[in-house]
């Protein structure tokens, strides 16, 4: 048996091993922080103030388990309500739900289409004799177990979990690979449970194969099916689109083995293989495939295990878990390296100041929105192609990275990806070019591991390059990009004449875009896509990007047709379309011949996607003037944006629920607080911005308003309360607002940013005046240059709102 340099469990009680797990996760992770440090400056361990557990209630869809900053593994729980076709949440984990049946490889952050993506390979400790097929326990009533969350730690690269029937888990993970260590009661029989075949959505294939001479486990799951579940056009994402790989070799032998295959046991066997498919309930209950080991543990109560994974072939499996771990590491020094991974990640914004609530929600935010993109690419540089092949990195390219939630992540994740870490950015724009290359120069709005899934609507990878190119990010082949990006909105696909999977997840890229081209905006009754109106708010979106980008790229020709397209918007709003109350002018679907998608209500959804008329209004970021000119004013206008914000009493109404209001659950209208800058009312930004930070957002496990969406979610706040916020796709410049904490350095390759507001607390949340290195500034946004040179912004901070600043027509964002 290997030497254990810190042995979690080792012939104690459950009591007493459970305290040896706290003091050693107690050692792993920094030491308290002192009021006198909260106050003064920034944390020197930031993962002290990230709770992973934030986000796991009320509809985040985030998991708590181990994982490094865009990795590969990320080991955490698979849930379980009592069907073994779904789970507790999307993505595996409900904080509420306190029965698991197992420890899953690969999760995606805060995704919806319940039950998410990935989830592959649950592993389960099991206290008990392997007496029938896992497959056939349909109700997850005899293979799986009840936990307390008293016994569950989770920190940044580390999670354990104390299970009822008296095993305990403690996993810590590297970027592709991972070690455990799992105890069992020393008096009852040991099992470990490969449950390959069970990925959250299901599978069309896996297999396992068991080498007891080596002590090792290996296998496979061909999987996929993103939203396949979904109502709204789910059934054409029931496909696969990877296989994972896994190899896993333990530090002892095995007592026991066996194998099954939906309802089959086969005690004594060494491979089997099965998919479930990816039906659900009945359809797919008791189907599937796996294979268990069993340990002896009268003497020795403590298995370790090591794991790699791959995304291309086993061989690349075993090779990530040698490069990235060392062979006798313990799951201290493998958690310890992730601590401090995080860390070094986590400082790149450094807050000092602010209360450890709100420290810990600004830090939990940090560390979700840098969990994504996620690699899929070996330490050789080899990673799955979107045409179903290997490939290699591109030169000069570091790594190849997926998991794009497009439609969210254009809004504020990619910006903030951007900001932090332009050379992730580079390499992940990178990778979506290579995707595109593979997939016929199509390039996808969903894209997970390497499928294309089509989910949502618009084109959101031409908002996504152009924002990295704007804001400084050159390490990719931005020419190529663009010219593909470019012909992707010019130039019509066969897809775009396709119902195949709509409304939800339309294939088409460009739906119908002789169409829209023709007529300008995207017709309600032929655009084969979730929503006209909406349809044609995104494209005009990512056109104003693309011809920003043109126009840095010296294209004046597409720079001035793009821009032109970005104007769009206009053909879909309705002057005359009412609310009934008095109110006109909204954004409305409209038909081939053009006449108006009737009947009109604001609060319907009819020809939008996943919002309403009276949220989608609002979603013209890339030119508020002249949705303000169409409303017949700014002031007009900033009295529409107090209506959408507010009760008719004046109460706010911030918290979702109201199809006519604000909802910070979904991204359509995240950006909306920030509209006041542009309107000339940048005091109201301000005043609504902190009414959200705190009382939609917070701490413990519903402390996020909704999906986080791939980090999008989280880096609204992220950007918020540093008093910033991107002001529009395709652009570098940031709008202002009240920073929540004191003083805040952006560490960014080049220069840094720093932020200082000595006043900032709860009272005082109104700018009163802004100095840029020193010198008195009167906007309410910075351009390109701030980012590209960096500098300091001095905030004045006030108890009352002061309506003279950054209010001059001439100086108001444009």
């Known amino acids: 048996m290997a030497l254990r340099s810190a042995p979690l469990v080792r012939r104690f009680g459950r009591r007493t091993a459970a305290l040896a797990l706290t003091t050693a996760l107690a050692a792993a992770l920094p030491g308290p922080v002192s009021s006198a440090a909260e106050s003064a400056d920034a944390p020197a361990h930031p993962t002290a103030y990230v709770d992973p557990l934030i986000g796991t209630a009320n509809g985040g869809n985030t998991y708590p388990g181990a994982t490094l900053p865009y990795g590969m593994i990320a080991w955490s729980p698979t849930s379980t309500r009592g069907d073994q076709t779904s789970t507790g949440a999307a993505n595996g984990y409900?904080?509420?739900?306190?029965?698991?049946?197992?420890?899953?490889?690969?999760?995606?952050?805060?995704?919806?289409?319940?039950?998410?993506?990935?989830?592959?390979?649950?592993?389960?400790?099991?206290?008990?004799?392997?007496?029938?097929?896992?497959?056939?326990?349909?109700?997850d009533a005899v293979y799986a177990a009840n936990f307390s969350h008293a016994d569950e730690r989770a920190v940044p690269g580390r999670y354990s979990v104390g299970l009822d029937s008296g095993a305990r888990a403690d996993l810590a993970v590297s970027r592709r690979a991972g070690v455990a260590d799992f105890s069992f009661p020393a008096d009852k029989p040991a099992n470990l449970l490969f449950r390959v075949s069970n990925s959250l959505n299901g599978s069309e294939d896996a297999r396992i194969d068991i080498d007891r001479a080596n002590r090792k486990v290996t296998g496979s799951v061909l999987t996929g099916a993103f939203c396949g579940r979904r109502a709204n056009g789910g059934v054409n994402n029931r496909k696969s689109y990877y296989r994972l790989y896994f190899s896993a070799s333990f530090d002892r032998a095995f007592s026991t083995t066996g194998t099954w295959k939906d309802g089959t046991l086969a005690p004594g066997a060494t491979t089997g293989s099965g998919g479930e498919g990816y039906a659900t309930g009945a359809d797919r209950a008791g189907r599937g495939s796996g294979?268990?080991?069993?340990?002896?543990?009268?003497?020795?109560?403590?298995?370790?295990?090591?794991?790699?994974?791959?995304?291309?072939?086993?061989?690349?499996?075993?090779?990530?878990?040698?490069?990235?771990?060392?062979?006798?590491?313990?799951?201290?020094?493998v958690a310890a390296a992730a601590t401090r991974t995080w860390d070094r990640e986590l400082r790149s914004v450094r807050v000092g100041g602010g209360s450890t609530d709100q420290r810990t929600a600004f830090y939990t935010a940090l560390y979700h929105s840098l969990l994504q993109p996620n690699l899929v690419s070996d330490t050789d540089g080899r990673y799955p192609g979107m045409d179903g092949e290997a490939h290699r990195v591109e030169r000069g390219q570091?790594?190849?990275?997926?998991?794009?939630?497009?439609?969210?992540?254009?809004?504020?994740?990619?910006?903030?990806?951007?900001?932090?870490?332009?050379?992730?950015?580079?390499?992940?724009?990178?990778?979506?070019?290579?995707?595109?290359?593979?997939?016929?120069?199509?390039?996808?709005?969903?894209?997970?591991?390497?499928?294309?899934?089509?989910?949502?609507?618009?084109?959101?990878?031409?908002?996504?390059?152009?924002?990295?190119?704007?804001?400084?990010?050159?390490?990719?082949?931005?020419?190529?990009?663009?010219?593909?990006?470019?012909?992707?909105?010019?130039?019509p696909h066969p897809d775009g004449l396709s119902d195949a999977g709509c409304p939800g997840q339309c294939t088409g890229q460009r739906p119908n875009l002789a169409q829209y081209l023709t007529s300008h905006y995207a017709a309600q009754d032929v655009c084969h896509c979730w929503g006209g109106a909406a349809e044609t708010l995104e494209d005009s979106v990512a056109?104003?990007?693309?011809?920003?980008?043109?126009?840095?790229?010296?294209?004046?020709?597409?720079?001035?047709?793009?821009?032109?397209?970005?104007?769009?918007?206009?053909?879909?709003?309705?002057?005359?379309?009412?609310?009934?109350?008095?109110?006109?002018?909204?954004?409305?679907?409209?038909?081939?011949?053009?006449?108006?998608?009737?009947?009109?209500?604001p609060g319907s959804d009819r020809g939008f996607a996943q919002g309403t008329s009276a949220t989608y209004t609002w979603m013209v970021p890339q030119d508020v003037q002249g949705l303000a000119e169409a409303m017949g004013g700014r002031e007009v206008a900033a009295r529409r944006l107090d209506g959408f914000f507010h009760k008719a009493d004046g109460s706010w109404s911030v918290k979702g629920g109201d199809p006519l209001r604000y909802d910070p659950t979904n991204e359509p209208g995240i950006h909306a607080p920030w509209l006041y800058n542009a309107l000339g009312q940048p005091w109201k930004t301000q005043a609504t911005?902190?009414?959200?930070?705190?009382?939609v957002y917070g701490t413990g496990p519903a402390g996020l308003p909704g999906n986080d969406d791939l980090g999008t979610m989280s880096a609204w706040y992220v950007f918020s309360a540093l008093g910033l916020y991107p002001q529009t796709p395709g652009s570098a410049s940031m709008l202002l607002g009240a920073p929540l904490f004191p003083h805040a350095l952006v560490d960014r390759p080049g220069r840094d940013i720093v932020i200082d507001a000595p006043a900032a607390d709860t009272a005082h949340r109104y700018v009163g005046g802004v100095r840029l290195n020193g010198r008195a500034y009167d906007r309410s946004w910075a351009d390109a240059r701030f980012l590209r040179n960096g500098g300091t912004l001095t905030f004045r901070l006030g108890e009352q709102p002061d309506t003279d600043w950054a209010t001059s027509p001439d100086g108001l964002p444009r």
């Open 543 to 601: 056109d104003a990007a693309l011809g920003r980008w043109a126009q840095l790229l010296g294209l004046d020709e597409q720079a001035a047709a793009f821009a032109e397209r970005g104007g769009w918007w206009r053909n879909v709003f309705n002057p005359q379309a009412t609310d009934g109350a008095g109110t006109t002018g909204y954004i409305q679907a409209r038909n081939l011949d053009g006449s108006w998608v009737t009947p009109f209500s």
């Open 398 to 491: 570091r790594a190849q990275y997926s998991n794009f939630s497009g439609w969210d992540q254009y809004r504020a994740q990619v910006q903030l990806l951007a900001l932090l870490k332009p050379r992730i950015a580079g390499d992940f724009a990178q990778s979506l070019h290579n995707f595109a290359r593979q997939n016929g120069d199509v390039w996808d709005r969903w894209v997970h591991i390497s499928g294309a899934t089509h989910v949502m609507t618009g084109d959101p990878s031409a908002a996504t390059l152009a924002t990295f190119y704007a804001m400084g990010v050159r390490n990719f082949d931005y020419r190529g990009a663009f010219d593909s990006l470019a012909r992707q909105a010019t130039v």
């Open 291 to 333: 294979g268990w080991v069993g340990f002896d543990t009268s003497a020795d109560n403590d298995v370790r295990m090591r794991l790699g994974i791959s995304y291309v072939s086993l061989a690349g499996a075993e090779a990530n878990l040698r490069q990235e771990i060392a062979p006798r590491a313990s799951v201290d020094e």
């Open 94 to 139: 409900e904080y509420n739900a306190t029965r698991l049946r197992g420890l899953s490889l690969t999760h995606v952050n805060g995704a919806g289409c319940n039950p998410g993506a990935a989830g592959d390979v649950p592993i389960m400790p099991f206290v008990g004799n392997v007496t029938s097929s896992p497959s056939a326990d349909t109700k």
């Open 689 to 695: 911005v902190r009414q959200i930070l705190d009382t």
